[in-house]
């Protein structure tokens, strides 16, 4: 599996992937035990990284928002009913 194929999944594959390499965890010896965590790591982080970039996303679209209404209560003269630009 390449990097490209790991960007692809969606994120129940991903959950997928994590739980596979965590079957029969019992029953591994302890060095296989150490691999198949650190590989269930992986596509958990994977998930994490997504939710953190959609987060950030979302986080800049209501920064941008904010911005807009700022801009907006200071430009006007909302107490006017015209709603004139306010000349400073």
């Known amino acids: 599996m390449n990097i490209d194929e790991v960007h692809k ?3 129940s594959q991903l959950r997928k992937k994590a739980d596979d390499c965590l079957k029969d ?6 060095m296989t035990k150490e ?3 650190a590989q269930a790591q992986f596509y958990l982080s994977e ?8 987060e ?4 800049a679209w209501i920064a941008r928002r904010d911005l807009y209404l700022e801009i907006a209560v200071n430009c006007f003269d909302w107490s006017r009913t015209d709603c004139r630009l306010r000349r400073r």
């Open 47 to 54: 998930i994490a990284r997504r939710e953190r970039a959609q």
């Open 9 to 11: 999944m969606t994120e």
């Open 25 to 30: 965890f019992e029953q591994e010896s302890d």
């Open 35 to 37: 691999h198949h965590v």
């Open 56 to 59: 950030r996303k979302d986080n």
